[in-house]
């Protein structure tokens, strides 16, 4: 069996990272100040047809299946990988809403402006004292006749500020477990509360939300094995985010090898050192590793395959290679490597939140260590 990428794929890849160069990363230092959602960069990606890959072309989508999906997110990240992010998490949601929720046929009339790009979504799990343990969260909805009564807080929600449509997992008080809503902006009751400043990936607003009795009505309940399901969203984040890590780090190193190329120390490129050269080989050869293991579990994905342990060991080996070669590209720069908003310093900075967002390193090593305990102990 050979282990390949088809002229297809390599394709999907070559044009997102070409539509990300010309259409992204001019605009990425610019976005990191403003720290708002570029609308024109919104408009211009949903007409390239960036929205919705993995959902069905009858709703407008491109029906990429996981590495198709994957190429294409780490193909964008050679842009910015906050821009990168944004679309994923959109894509995601709306994918999750196609394929695996209860979705009735009022949330499925939504779905073809969310496919489009037209509608933004947002996904609540987080609360001030419940991270990697969700099933800490305080926040519950009351079943009522009118609809779900939804209190509490969610924090550092990506996209805050711009979803329309946000899909919020809290305890379910009346019928126990826990209950995925869709509550749309705009809700009396629901509060969009401030859009927090970030050390990288500010393209993209996040923030807190808060709920006083906003009513969600039935018809928009998505699951009651809330907390399942959403543990099982996130396994599929967990390809997508190594592989936009892996597209930045990509670019990381292009950027500091033509810098390396030109920069002159006693009387000769950088680049021409073999210290340096062997530091790049080690660097590329570990991203090369990091890559293959993304698309591995995306085909894994594509086979109906079983993926929590290796989806979490490519959240873990993705994101620790991808600051280690960010930050070693940092220090090829030399002091300019450390300027603000500079195309390496986003980089690194983008690289810490992906070692924490979509479930940390230390959460991935749990999820593996636990499988790997279980089978020992089982084999004795
Ligand atoms: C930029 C960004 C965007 C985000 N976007 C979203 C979003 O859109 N929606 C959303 O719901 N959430 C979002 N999050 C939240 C993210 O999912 C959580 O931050 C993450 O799950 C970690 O939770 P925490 O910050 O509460 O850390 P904690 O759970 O408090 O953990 C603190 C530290 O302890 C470690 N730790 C925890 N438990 C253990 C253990 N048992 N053993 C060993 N180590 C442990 C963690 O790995 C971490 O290093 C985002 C976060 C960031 C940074």
Request: net charge negative; hydrophobic share 45%; aromatic share 8%.
């Amino acid at each position: 069996m050979a282990v390949l990428l088809s002229e297809r794929e390599k394709q999907i890849f070559e044009e997102a990272k070409a539509y990300a160069l010309e259409y992204i990363a001019p605009y990425a230092a610019q976005w990191e100040v403003d720290g708002v959602l570029d609308k024109d960069a919104v408009r211009n990606i949903a007409d390239h047809g960036y929205f919705g890959v993995g959902c069905p072309k009858a709703l407008g989508g491109r029906e990429y299946n996981y590495l198709e999906t994957a190429l294409t997110y780490e193909g964008l990240a050679h842009g910015d990988g906050g821009f990168a992010f944004f679309v994923q998490l959109h894509n995601n949601i709306t994918w999750d809403m196609v394929e695996f929720y209860d979705t009735s046929d009022e949330v499925r009339a939504l779905l073809p402006d969310m496919v489009a790009g037209r509608k933004l979504t947002a996904y609540a799990l987080t609360e001030e004292d419940a991270g990697s343990d969700p099933a800490m969260s305080k926040s519950y909805a009351r079943l009522c006749e009118d609809g779900y009564h939804v209190f509490g807080e969610k924090t550092w929600i990506s996209n805050c500020m711009d979803a329309d449509y946000f899909t919020v997992i809290v305890h379910n008080e009346t019928e126990g477990g826990m209950v995925i809503l869709l509550m749309e902006r705009g809700t009396k009751g629901f509060e969009i509360c401030e859009n927090r400043r970030r050390l990288g990936g500010n393209a993209m607003t996040c923030g807190t939300i808060r709920f006083d009795d906003a009513v969600v009505p039935i018809s928009r309940c998505m699951s009651k094995n809330g907390l399942k399901q959403a543990l099982s969203d996130i396994n599929v984040a967990r390809i997508f985010v190594p592989a936009i890590g892996i597209g930045m780090a990509q670019h990381a190193l292009d950027i500091t090898m033509k810098r390396l190329a030109v920069r002159e120390t006693f009387g000769q490129p950088v680049i021409k050192n073999q210290a340096i050269q062997f530091k790049l080989a080690e660097l590329s050869a570990k991203l090369e590793a990091a890559r293959w293991l993304v698309y591995h579990v995306a085909s894994q994905m594509d086979a109906g395959e079983n993926i929590p342990v290796p989806a979490a060991m490519a959240k873990l080996l993705g994101p620790n290679t991808v600051w280690e070669v960010v930050t070693e590209c940092a220090q090829l720069f030399g002091a300019a490597g450390f300027a603000y908003n500079s195309e390496i310093s986003r980089c690194v900075n983008m690289a810490r939140t992906m070692k924490i967002m979509d479930g940390s390193t230390e959460v991935q090593q749990i999820v593996i260590g636990r499988a790997l305990a279980k089978t020992a102990l089982k084999s004795v």
